[in-house]
């Protein structure tokens, strides 16, 4: 299975992005997609998840509802909106496919190959 993320870019803070993350292969009703972040200097963090099945959505306490994360079954794509950018929303943007849900990196095992954010102030 491969993962490609695409959409980031160099917003200004209040502005939004969508990032997209479209996979090659199956994508099964059990599996989970994730989006992580990496900060310059940090390790990767949980950014939301969604149940490929059921469509349950997961999302990290810090977002404060400012990130939407989705999916296109059809399109085998899952997708960030992200809104009320701030500039410490700024990290490398990550999806990933896992057979269980989890906000750590090791709960999935396939990986796309990021995409940057950068918000200025």
């Known amino acids: 299975v491969q993962l490609q993320a695409s959409g980031g870019g160099l917003v200004q803070a209040g502005d939004s992005l969508r990032l997209s993350c479209a996979v090659s292969g199956r994508i099964f009703s059990s599996h989970v997609m994730g989006w992580f972040r990496q900060l310059p200097g940090k390790e990767r963090e949980f950014v939301a998840a969604?149940?490929?099945?059921?469509?349950?959505?997961y999302y990290a306490d810090f977002l404060e509802g400012r990130f939407t994360i989705s999916r296109d079954n059809a399109k085998n794509t899952v997708y960030l909106q992200m809104i009320s950018l701030k500039p410490e929303d700024t990290a490398v943007y990550y999806c990933?496919?896992?057979?269980?849900?989890?906000?750590?990196?090791?709960?999935?095992?396939?990986w796309g190959q990021g995409t940057q954010v950068t918000v200025s102030s």
């Open positions: 990933a496919r896992g057979n269980s849900l989890g906000n750590l990196p090791k709960s999935y095992n396939s």
């Open positions: 969604i149940r490929w099945g059921t469509g349950a959505r």
